[in-house]
């Protein structure tokens, strides 16, 4: 659970009446109480989402309502459709596996990332204003089906889809007055910079997170393979004698006791390193649909651009011919102008936002990066001195061992 103050002059700025000893606004969101749904194909897991808040705009100091993954998703569409220039926390992906979908750890792992997904929209002075969200955090079951029923057309849209359209706005070509071919896209060197820096940081975090992935399954392989050692140890200690028999023993103990430690430590870099890796993998693909967005309306700018220079170009000719066709064109040419403009400010509004957006990412990332590496160090650290311990007191009984 994270708690979200917000200044008086960022989101939220009026303090809520129900507050009387002037607390700061707040909002505080929780993801609990995974429960499975139903059965067969039909299963889902069901979650406890509990908001706490001094908002004014809440319907009270506290919320409790029951969601489910496609909530969250139905979330994330609607803020992505419009807030146009803003990062969306991204949503950890569907298992579509039936062995893997209902694992205790692929349900906890799942809680997680949709607690941080929901906090993080929580704490965004923007998207904390969101109508979907307090949709979202207070309505019944029954509206919020309603809600994901009602949802068409542009609604449907997902941020991969919008990759596409980056592909398409890239290989791009038009040039409406000459007839020749040229492509519509930024001449603009910091923003040819920003796009290296995500494709490239997208690479380097998911070649990080593969092979934070191989030392979870490299701990949980040897940890199971000390379990069978230990195993088998203690059984051929059992068929000998005296001190041999014991020492046998007390190294199968130690190492079934650190089998443990070891799926232990495996679990927590799974939960803490891991999982930070891939969530941070999936927030620059979604950064990445922000860059596609901006790259649509820098496209429909230039072409709208294109096509009032024609119009006005055919409005003249008209003027010169006094045409009877005159009015009806200076209509078409101003509706055009009142659209290119809407065009521009739209196309400037996504690049402030995306200006401020990417400040805000780079401090967050530092955070986040620092504590997932400072779990995994001190993780590391801590196994590697339980490893150090177990084996040392065994030194003196093996050692008495070697020279009887």
């Given amino acids: 659970m994270i708690t979200t103050q917000t200044s008086p002059t960022g989101g939220g700025g009026l303090l809520s009446p129900r507050s009387p000893n002037s607390q700061p606004p707040f909002l505080s969101v929780s993801v609990t109480d995974p429960a499975k749904m139903g059965n067969g194909v039909q299963a889902y897991i069901s979650y406890k989402v509990v908001t706490k808040t001094n908002f004014p705009e809440y319907q009270g100091p506290e919320k409790i309502v029951i969601r489910r ?161 230990g195993n088998a140890i203690k059984l051929l200690g059992a068929c000998e004698g005296d001190a041999l028999g014991t020492a046998f023993s007390e190294l199968g103990a130690k190492s079934e006791m650190l089998s443990y430690k070891l799926q232990r430590e495996a679990h927590h870099l799974l939960m803490n390193f891991e999982e930070p890796l891939k969530d941070y993998v999936r927030a620059v693909q979604s950064i990445k649909g922000t860059i596609a967005e901006r790259a649509n309306a820098f496209r429909q700018q230039c072409e709208l651009a294109e096509s009032i220079k024609l119009k006005e170009i055919d409005l003249n000719k008209l003027r010169l011919l006094r045409s009877e066709k005159m009015l009806d064109a200076e209509h078409e040419y101003e509706e055009l102008k009142a659209d290119g403009q809407e065009a521009t400010r739209r196309f400037e509004t996504i690049v402030r936002l995306m200006n401020e957006e990417i400040v805000r990412f780079q401090d967050q990332k530092t955070q986040d990066m620092g504590r997932a590496f400072h779990e995994f160090a001190k993780g590391q650290a801590r196994l590697a001195n339980a490893i150090a311990d177990a084996w040392r007191s065994l030194l003196p009984k093996l050692d008495s061992l070697s020279v009887s």
């Fill in 69 to 229: 993954y496609t909530d969250f998703v139905w979330l994330n569409d609607r803020l992505f459709e419009k807030y146009k220039g803003i990062f969306i926390p991204p949503l950890p992906e569907k298992n579509t596996v039936e062995k893997f979908r209902f694992s205790a750890e692929f349900i906890e792992m799942r809680r997680q990332s949709l607690d941080t997904f929901v906090n993080r929209i929580a704490s965004h002075h923007e998207l904390q204003q969101s109508e979907d969200l307090r949709t979202f955090l207070q309505a019944d079951e029954q509206t919020m089906e309603r809600a994901r029923s009602q949802d068409t057309g542009i609604f449907k849209k997902k941020p991969s889809d919008l990759m596409q359209i980056f592909r398409d706005v890239q290989s791009k070509v038009t040039d409406v007055v000459l007839g020749k071919e040229k492509p519509v896209e930024e001449s603009n060197p910091e923003y040819e910079k920003l796009k290296r820096y995500i494709f490239e940081l997208e690479d380097h975090v998911a070649e990080a997170q593969k092979h934070a992935y191989r030392l979870v399954k490299r701990h949980r392989e040897l940890g199971q393979s000390l379990a069978d050692f």
